[in-house]
């Protein structure tokens, strides 16, 4: 089974202040996305990177940065943390770029972050 | 207009009874098509997919694609109280959209 590590599951921040959230996968898969889930809205993509060191904005880049330096870790930075940051943060992968459309997206566990 | 809409429910049917999920997508250029369920506070797994027109059974899951529609149901059949959940449809045509989530009741 495919394993998708989110380093904390619920985080509590400042305004302001930078925060990292890790993601780690076991299963080699080339694709890592990172998502935010919020009532009504539903998963709006943030960014996602298809191999090391490549990243592409989503939806919804704005105030956010990725970094992946190794093929399994893909990390979210919220460069400085706002209230309206807060969210569930959801960390994905699939196999292949290629084919990654008809293939599903195995998700962690999620971070519950709340910026005060 | 949304690109993956459905109903956010709540849904509520009474255990043992069939529900039904439905949703409805804009881009009909659209390939392959997921359902996912998530339990509160939980993250989404993957319980079913379709490439193709038609249906397709899981056990008690029962996904049904109509492209010329841009359409694609989920039923599930013998519902119980475990299946009380979010259900999110996901559809991909090179990237990968989610409605917002219906949400299920099974009542005992």
């Known amino acids: 089974d495919v394993k998708v590590t989110q380093s904390s599951r619920y985080l509590v921040k400042r305004t302001g202040e930078k925060v990292f959230l890790e993601c780690v996968q076991d299963?080699?898969?080339?694709?890592m996305f990172w998502y935010r889930q919020d009532p009504g809205l539903g998963l709006r993509l943030i960014y996602f990177?298809?191999?090391?060191?490549?990243?592409e904005k989503g939806d919804i880049p704005e105030g956010y940065s990725v970094s992946r330096e190794k093929k399994e870790r893909f990390s979210l930075i919220l460069e400085s943390a706002s209230t309206n940051q807060t969210s569930m943060y959801l960390c994905?992968?699939?196999?292949?770029?290629?084919?990654?459309?008809?293939?599903?997206?195995?998700f962690g566990d999620g971070t519950r972050l709340s910026i005060l | 207009q949304k690109e993956v809409e459905q109903n956010s429910g709540p849904l509520s049917v009474p255990e043992g009874a069939i529900a039904s999920l439905n949703c409805t997508y804009s881009?009909?250029?659209?390939?392959?098509f997921f359902w996912y369920r998530q339990y509160s506070g939980k993250s989404p797994e993957l319980i079913m997919f379709?490439?193709?027109?038609g249906d397709k059974e899981d056990g008690r899951f029962t996904a049904q694609l109509n492209k010329a529609s841009q359409y694609v149901s989920l039923l599930i059949r013998d519902s119980q109280p475990s299946d009380s959940a979010t259900y999110l449809c996901?559809?991909?045509?090179?990237?990968?959209?989610f409605g917002a989530g219906t949400r299920l009741t099974v009542k005992p």
């Open positions: 379709i490439y193709s027109n």
């Open positions: 299963m080699d898969h080339e694709n």
């Open positions: 996901a559809v991909s045509n090179n990237d990968m959209r």
């Open positions: 990177s298809y191999d090391v060191k490549m990243k």
């Open positions: 994905a992968s699939t196999i292949n770029w290629e084919f990654h459309s008809n293939q599903p997206q195995h």
């Open positions: 881009d009909r250029g659209s390939q392959s």
